[in-house]
């Protein structure tokens, strides 16, 4: 009980406070890996063997080599003590969760409730409440430019990637993750009432302006929740799953999909490529000039934009080699997350069924963003930690 409690309070001090000074330069996530460290060793637990780790660590190690060649030495270290390292102490701390307490619901459900609350918040800024604006100051997170947003409009904000309580970068993966944690309460007890946190959720997503973000968590929620009324025991909610279905294709049919009242003024009216495929152009140009010695602050220091691109990032994060080894990672990682999304849905695998779509929310956003597992980024690892720990069943974890 113990642990689980630490591992939530930490879990709430990584990913929500993590960014306030509490001494310059020690900020709060610095301070809660360290007594995170401290309470996975009283554990007495050894460090979870995993393949996906091994290969994650050789990815990292090319990263360091290319660092420290090219002088780099100093921003290497600061990312791996902030990003890197988190990492590796919470794949440990999630695994004894797994091993030793058979409880992944304590990260699923800390989720869940902190999503949700940003989802709150990011709705708020979007309907321009100064509040929602003051929280994310409080806890260190930039709320963007303010003053720029309310210029735009005197009723919702427009035109401007919102950050709830995470911050413009990571709001989007928060969000669409959190919308497809929306429905554990409904998958677990299958009571009509708790499907009002999804469209609390899912507008959230929507609010946050950050497109690859908004189409994911959309997606894969939509698919997870029909997918939950077709196996379903009841004949009630199968009739509903094919009236509905037949309803929603004969207006398609007769009327098609009219969303311009929804995105106009919005960062979803217009699809603009063009810096993309600037910075798409810049990541090839570079990866083909440097295979064996691409290093990301180079790059960054270069073109002043990061890659925006998961497969872009992996080659110049790791160079060629470290490129493919993670990349190959990810791909075995999909599949075993696919495997478990094809299962028949039960009480009992409704957890790690959740964590797959969920992933694949995630990894959709990181194809036309930064974070992911090449960045060090802790969602990532709380999301798939699951499907690298071999010892149990996945289906009988709680």
């Known amino acids: 009980m113990q642990f689980r409690f630490l591992y939530v309070v930490l879990l709430l001090a990584n990913i929500v ?88 619901s304590t990260m699923v459900y800390t989720l869940f409730c902190v999503c949700v609350v940003n989802s709150v918040i990011t709705i708020a800024q979007h309907y321009m ?27 919702v904000i427009t035109q401007f990637a919102l950050g709830g309580i995470f911050g413009s970068f990571q709001n989007g993966y928060f969000s669409a993750v959190g919308a497809v944690l929306s429905l ?27 497109r690859a973000g908004f189409v994911a968590g959309v997606l894969f929620t939509f698919v997870l929740f029909y997918k939950s009324l077709i196996n379903s025991k009841s004949k009630f909610a199968k009739s509903a799953v094919v009236g509905l279905s037949i309803v929603v294709l004969i207006y398609i049919t007769n009327y098609g999909i009219n969303t311009s009242s929804f995105t106009e003024g919005t960062r979803y009216e217009s699809f603009d490529w063009d810096t993309r495929t600037s910075l798409y152009k810049w990541s090839v140009d570079y990866i083909l000039n440097h295979p064996l010695d691409a290093n990301l602050f180079e790059f960054f220091y ?47 695998n409704s957890y790690v069924m959740l964590l ?38 996945l289906s009988k974890i709680n």
């Open 17 to 104: 406070f993590g960014s306030i000074y509490i001494i310059e330069p020690i900020i709060v996530r610095y301070l809660a890996n360290v007594v995170l460290l401290f309470v996975c060793i009283r554990e007495r637990i050894s460090y979870p063997k995993s393949v996906y780790v091994i290969i994650y660590t050789l990815f990292i190690v090319f990263f360091m080599l290319t660092s420290l060649l090219k002088g780099y030495s100093e921003d290497f270290t600061k990312l791996f003590i902030g990003y890197y390292l988190t990492t590796y102490l919470w794949i440990w701390a999630t695994y004894i969760l797994i091993k030793k307490y058979n409880s992944i």
């Open 129 to 155: 409440n100064p509040i929602a604006f003051v929280i994310p100051e409080l806890i260190g997170v930039s709320a963007g430019q303010v003053d720029s947003m309310f210029e735009k409009s005197d009723t």
């Open 184 to 210: 554990v309460l409904w998958l677990r007890k299958r009571n009509i009432l708790y499907l009002l946190f999804v469209p609390v959720c899912v507008f959230g997503v929507f609010c946050v302006q950050e």
């Open 302 to 348: 270069t073109y002043k934009h990061y890659p925006h691109n998961f497969i872009y990032n992996s080659f110049i994060y790791g160079t060629f080699f470290g490129g493919i080894l993670i990349i190959g990672c990810m791909i075995a990682i999909w599949i075993k997350a696919a495997r478990l999304m094809i299962l028949p849905l039960t009480k009992e």
């Open 356 to 393: 797959s779509f969920a992933l694949f929310a995630y990894s959709m956003a990181g194809f036309a963003h930064n974070a992911s597992i090449v960045t060090g980024d802790t969602l990532f690892w709380l999301l798939v930690s699951p499907f690298i720990y071999s010892g149990t069943k």
